[in-house]
């Protein structure tokens, strides 16, 4: 995601930047909020009801425009190999069995998982993932203080969102230990998939099918709802919708919906997705060396389906079968090179 891009309105203009979720943070004071013991509740000065979830939201969002706009020093979306390295550290220090694989850059301009430490039979175990590590709703709704009921794809966004504000502990957040900020961090920051295009791409995909703009219309409507959803938790109810959409404070909340619908799996018969930190690395093959798995415990396991030789790419089959659910999905298509 281009940075520059991020402190412009669409429109040119940098009117409304302390406004994120329709909340005015160049005025916003937590200390004026205080706990009424009469009705048990959060009120601000005006007595209004804040609600905690409102609160909680609100911290990282006031955190967000910090990082953004006033300190610019902090480039919350550089990572490095250093940053991957920590990453797996975490992840095997939390019972991930990583030994056999590394994250390198891959052909796509992104990172894939390699073979590494000799060639692997077929069947073998590739590596580990605790069920611990498997993220998903009740665990984005209890990190966040939100009710179960909250649709897969808003909490576990906001969780993403959550996650990258905590990344600097010297600064104003809830959950300054946050567990999943190098995760959050190890992200990919240019994304393709359908949240971000526009009506040029769609025009580029119309030509070639009316199904690639019917999946992008859906990707990009989950998208929407999902936005509307947080702001329908958070806001007040005075403050137009259309901040949100219209001010690029919402980008990192688009990116994080990216990610969120390219990264998470299913497993089983669930119908809900979990997002899988370091195993989300697997780029898509049609003629992929491993699958994905879970045990009797949910632990998930990366398991070669062919032999793989040292140094050689890891892949799995991200089963789907269409290339215009592909390209809506995970930015990418099989088939044709794309708008350049
Ligand atoms: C689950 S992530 C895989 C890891 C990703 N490459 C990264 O840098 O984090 C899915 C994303 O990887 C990229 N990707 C995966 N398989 C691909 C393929 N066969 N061709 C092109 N891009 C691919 C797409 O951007 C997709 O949305």
Not at 21 to 50: A, I, P, T
Not at 213 to 233: E, F, G, L, P, W
Not at 309 to 315: A, L, N, S
Not at 322 to 331: F, Q
Request: include cysteine; proline fraction near 2%; aromatic fraction near 8%.
């Amino acid at each position: 995601m281009d940075q520059s891009a991020i402190s412009q309105n669409d429109d040119g203009s940098d009117e409304e930047e302390d406004y994120i979720f329709g909340v005015d943070f160049s005025k916003f004071d937590v200390s004026e909020v205080r706990f009424d013991e009469g009705d048990e509740k959060l009120v601000n000065n005006d007595s209004n009801y804040v609600s905690k979830q409102q609160l909680s939201v609100s911290f990282h969002c006031a955190k967000l425009v910090q990082y953004q706009w006033t300190d610019r020093k902090h480039n919350i979306f550089d990572t490095n190999d250093r940053d991957i390295q920590k990453l797996f550290a975490w992840a095997e220090a939390q019972g991930a069995n990583l030994a056999k694989i590394t994250c390198c850059h891959d052909a796509f301009d992104g990172n894939g998982l390699y073979l590494k430490g000799g060639s692997i039979a077929t069947g073998s175990v590739v590596a580990v993932l605790p069920r611990s590590l498997r993220i998903g709703q009740n665990h984005a709704c209890q990190k966040l203080g939100l009710k179960n009921s909250t649709p897969d794809l808003s909490a576990l966004s906001l969780l993403l969102v959550d996650a990258l504000m905590a990344d600097d502990e010297s600064e104003i957040c809830h959950s300054k230990d946050n567990e999943l900020s190098l995760y959050a961090k190890c992200l990919p920051r240019h994304f393709h998939n359908a949240v971000f295009m526009t009506d040029d791409d769609l025009e580029y995909w119309g030509r070639l099918g009316q199904k690639y703009v019917t999946n992008i219309r859906k990707v990009q409507d989950q998208a929407t709802s999902c936005m509307h959803y947080i702001q329908d938790c958070i806001l007040p109810p005075d403050v137009s919708r259309t901040v949100i959409i219209r001010n690029n404070h919402s980008l990192l909340l688009k990116w994080a919906i990216a990610m969120v619908q390219s990264r998470t799996h299913s497993f089983g018969s669930h119908k809900c997705r979990w997002l899988t930190p370091i195993f989300d690395f697997c780029n898509h093959s049609v003629d992929p060396n491993c699958r994905l798995e879970g045990d009797a415990q949910g632990n998930l396991i990366l398991r070669a389906t062919t032999s793989i030789q040292q140094g050689e790419e890891i892949t799995i089959d991200y089963q789907v079968s269409d290339d215009a659910k592909l390209v809506a999905t995970y930015g990418f298509s099989l088939l044709h090179r794309g708008p350049t």
